[in-house]
């Protein structure tokens, strides 16, 4: 069975289809609202340090090894990465982030990370 994860801007309108939304910042995204962020799960600890943060500065040319650093920290926190493939499990989940790059960003790295170690998905 496959299961769905999905990116979103924390500024994009919350949707039924979204399933357990989870906020992968270490921030809480600027001017918006909790309750308006419907917002299920903050998994601070899973995000990128912020000398990861500030080193990559959205920097395309930086991708790659942005991806290299970045998978080494969210290996150094296996709590948080156990429950987010718990939740992943259990039904759709929809990565939210506040990044303006909505190609190379955090939740675009977690969900290609999550996705190529599918098999601890079915386990």
């Keep these: 069975m496959r ?5 979103k801007r924390a500024y994009e309108a919350p949707d039924p289809g979204d399933g357990c939304r989870i ?5 809480w995204p600027r001017g918006v ?4 962020a419907h917002i299920d799960l903050w998994l601070k600890e899973i995000a990128p ?3 990861l ?9 930086r991708w790659s090894e942005f991806g290299l650093r ?3 920290e969210v290996e150094q926190h296996p709590e948080a990465l156990a429950q987010l493939m718990a939740q992943v499990r259990k039904g759709p989940v929809t ?11 955090n939740a675009v790295f977690l969900k290609a990370f999550v996705e ?5 998905l079915h386990s």
């Excluded at 609202?33 to 308006?36: R, S």
């Design 33 to 36: 609202a909790k309750e308006a």
């Design 95 to 105: 990565l939210v982030y506040a990044a303006k790059d909505e190609e190379h960003n």
């Design 53 to 61: 943060r500030k080193w990559f500065n959205h920097d395309p040319g």
């Design 23 to 27: 906020l992968v910042d270490r921030l």
């Design 49 to 51: 340090s912020a000398e």
């Design 116 to 120: 190529s170690h599918g098999k601890a």
């Design 70 to 72: 970045y998978a080494r």
């Design 3 to 7: 299961r769905t994860i999905r990116v």
